[in-house]
T-cell receptor, first 115, second 114 residues
Framework: AQSVTQLDSQVPVFEEAPVELRCNYS??????LFWYVQYPNQGLQLLLK??????LVKGINGFEAEFNKSQTSFHLRKPSVHISDTAEYFC?????????????FGRGTSLIVHP | ETGVTQTPRHLVMGMTNKKSLKCEQH?????MYWYKQSAKKPLELMFV???????ENNSVPSRFSPECPNSSHLFLHLHTLQPEDSALYLC?????????????FGSGTQLSVL
């Protein structure tokens, strides 16, 4: 089985500042990794995903994430945040080699962007 | 617009009521999910349907009863709920054939049990 840890439940930041949301995973097999975003009163939507290849993945809205296999991490970054980035962010993992296709989600990190 | 539609968006019900949540997708997906999202808690997987067959029941109390009449529709029937069942209920769908495929989520039904 795999698990996902998002250490920060809340990350406050000022507008135009950089931000990093941390995600660590645990799995005995190869995985696919995802970041989802949930804006207020909405469902989750995909920001980006890592399947294979380049460890730096770029997603929508200027976000990017880097897969680090040795540290089992998949941290999400943005060089300059906007007020509209205020949302809940979820890291998720799925086995890549078949078996269960159901993703395991982290607890979520609330990003709060202040003007 | 994700292609997954949930109705109603909000629902208030008493503990003795019976109600149903509806989810609909026309994305050609063959897997559908119910998740429960409570404040300050992780996203909880409740049920998974794969080609209309239930493949996962994550120890959900029997007062929640799912139904999947076809691969495009998913229902969650509710009866004799408890106040602690108040939460956002999210439906999602995906293509079972591609493990790397993302989940498409609906906007959820915000349920309040009085």
């Amino acid at each position: 089985a795999q698990s996902v840890t998002q250490l920060d439940s809340q990350v406050p930041v000022f507008e135009e500042a950089p931000v990093e949301l941390r995600c660590n995973y645990s799995s005995s097999v190869s995985v696919y990794l995802f970041w989802y975003v949930q804006y207020p009163n909405q469902g989750l939507q995909l920001l980006l995903k890592y399947l294979s290849g380049s460890t730096l993945v770029k997603g929508i809205n200027g976000f990017e994430a880097e897969f680090n296999k040795s540290q089992t991490s998949f941290h999400l970054r943005k060089p300059s945040v906007h007020i509209s980035d205020t949302a809940e962010y979820f890291c998720a993992v799925t086995r890549s080699g078949g078996g269960s296709y159901i993703p395991t989600f982290g607890r979520g990190t609330s990003l709060i962007v202040h003007p | 617009e994700t292609g997954v539609t949930q109705t109603p968006r909000h629902l208030v019900m008493g503990m003795t009521n019976k109600k149903s949540l509806k989810c609909e997708q026309h994305l050609g997906h063959n897997a559908m999910y119910w998740y429960k999202q409570s404040a300050k808690k992780p996203l909880e997987l409740m049920f998974v349907y794969n080609f209309k067959e239930q493949t996962e029941n994550n120890s959900v109390p029997s007062r929640f009863s799912p139904e999947c009449p076809n691969s495009s529709h998913l229902f969650l029937h509710l009866h004799t709920l408890q106040p602690e069942d108040s939460a956002l209920y999210l439906c999602a769908s995906s293509s079972r054939d591609r493990v790397s495929e993302k989940l498409f989520f609906g906007s959820g039904t915000q349920l309040s049990v009085l």
